[in-house]
């Protein structure tokens, strides 16, 4: 195309290009932004013309349709990487399907470029040895033919980081301080010192655009996993620790706002909210501990324990309330994180290591006078002394707590209904079912004002224990039904489990109808097997079903389903929850 001297080449190449059928294809736009109100000029005034941008930032002119390239899924990135490997000259043959390739392509965020400069590494190293040494890995230059910014994956990211303005600089390394992604409300309190609370939305969209951040529905961002790192380096340390700071006063103010609702309405949402946002509460808890805070981390640790033991993470939560006990903190935490540490080793059936930190928690309570802290240790004495069989020091101590309950203005809270449920099962024991059911209608009545569906199906345990007792097996069923439905709502396998196992006493007692024989107790022994075998501990270690009459079931089952029964129970092993809680609902699944 020929420009006469002095010409304009825009319009020159408008003349040419008016009335064609043409494709236009501009590639890394994202150099020349003064360009682009022309490339749309061009659009609107060659209609038959095409163009084709390649941009790490959307033009965001009239008549723009985006089509993102968002990082490969798992398996798609897996292949990937195999067949670069293979170009790359690697010494075996790798597949797919092999679990280290999985980790190294979810390491790497499925990002293609990334995936290329690891798996050119597979002459030297393994990889295993690639995922050991990711970071030295995704440092060094790729092929010689690649343009120079993208020959590492620093360089890749530089060249999209000098693109930013100043402010989105200064605040985009802050964003590494987050684990498991983000919402507005948390990114707003980290960029606090850098940007207002009017433009974080803005700020966000643009990083967006520029893809070093990701969003999902919520909304809800993150930065993927090589971007997060590269990030981390950006950030001077003054501006980490205000970030680091700030992160963890927002996490901290967030469990604390959520902890009531674990013992009442809106379990099932905050429980959902705390599964979301735990990677980022843990790491504040870290955080609070590698910077002096650790008061801060033992109070957050007290406000989400509940969490940690209905979800099973209790090797988690105890390691790091015992690492805040190792610190210099005010005594209420120190009751506090030791009451932690007490409840979730009795959930891992550590019952010496519970009774030493619940008696340790209880003693200082008492000596500094915290009244709202001494129930919640001391009580804790009375399900160790359950475990081990000694009902009357657990009788004498659940009394007790319930009067420290009442003393502490918690009255018909969540410790006070427990202590009740408690009492029921010494009371269960000591052979007294009547006196158990009315301290189990006690509890549940006032489990069920505060809309707890966590005391509740506690409470039921007992009440169907007290039902099985009595004769009354319709009435198991249906406290079966509902303490499975709420432990689904939560997501407490632990329970489940332990519901699954009574059901299948109750059926074999006294089979219901349309249950196909005894088919039933196989499939729900199965079932509670596979729950039990991931829970991670005895959460409820105070539950004590009638292991006689569990072991029993199994044996009427067999002999009535002979080698059926095997299958049965393998079938139930292979059930997903869905279906678990199906076949406890419906007699007839």
Known sequence: MGVAEGGNPFTALLDLLRGQDRLLLLDNAEHLLDAWPEVATLAAACPGLRILVTSRIPLRVRGEVLFPLTPLDLPAAAELFVTRAAAAGAARLLSAEDAVVGQLCHRLAGIPLAIELAAARVRLLSPAEILARLDEVMAAEGARDLPPRQRTMRSAIDWSFELLSPLEQAAFPRLAVFSGGFGIDAATAVLADV???????????????????????????????????????????????????????????????????????????????????????????????????????????????????????????????????????????????????????????????????????????????????????????????????????????????????????????????????????????????????????????????????????????????????????????????????????????????????????????SPGPGSGGLARVGLLRGAAAQLRAGTGGNVYGYYRPDEALIAQAGEVARAARGAAYDDDVAAGWALDVDAMVALATDPTA
């Not at 903190?329 to 030493?356: H, I």
């Not at 396998?493 to 074999?508: F, I, K, P, R």
């Open 195 to 509: 940007v207002g609370p009017g433009d974080v939305l803005g700020l966000l969209e643009s990083l967006v655009d520029q893809s070093l951040v990701v969003v999902a529905p919520g909304p809800r961002f993150r930065l993927l996993e090589p971007v997060a790192q590269y990030a981390a380096t950006r950030l001077p340390r003054p501006a980490e620790r205000a970030a680091r700071d700030a992160h963890l006063r927002f996490f901290g103010a967030l469990a604390a706002r959520h902890e009531p609702s674990l013992r009442g309405e809106g379990t099932v949402e905050t429980l959902a909210e705390i599964e979301r946002e735990h990677a980022n509460l843990v790491a504040a808890v870290e955080w609070s501990l590698a910077s002096g805070q650790a008061d801060l981390g033992g109070w957050l640790g007290w406000h989400l324990w509940l969490f940690w033991w209905i979800r099973g993470a209790l090797r988690e939560g105890r390691r790091l309330m015992q690492a805040v006990l190792t610190h210099d903190v005010p005594d209420p935490v120190r009751v506090r994180a030791g009451s932690v540490v007490g409840a979730l080793a009795f959930a891992q059936g550590d019952d010496a290591e519970a009774e030493a930190a619940w008696t340790t928690s209880a003693d200082l309570a008492r000596r500094t006078g915290d009244l709202e802290g001494l129930p919640y240790a001391y009580g804790g004495i009375g399900l160790v002394a359950l475990a081990r069989d000694d009902a009357d020091l657990a009788a004498r101590v659940f009394e007790e707590t319930i009067v420290l309950c009442d003393e502490a203005g918690l009255h018909g809270e969540w410790l006070w209904t427990l202590s009740h449920v408690w009492l029921g099962t010494v009371e269960l024991l000591r052979g007294n079912p009547a006196g158990a059911g009315r301290l189990v209608e006690e509890a549940l009545a006032a489990a069920r004002r505060r809309n707890d569906p966590l005391a509740v199906y506690i409470g039921l345990f007992t009440a169907i224990q007290v039902s099985m007792a009595v004769g009354e097996p319709d009435r198991a069923r249906r406290q079966i039904a509902e303490g499975v439905l709420l432990s689904r709502d939560t997501g407490d396998h632990a329970n489940l489990a332990y519901l699954l196992d009574a059901l299948a006493v109750v059926e074999s007692l």
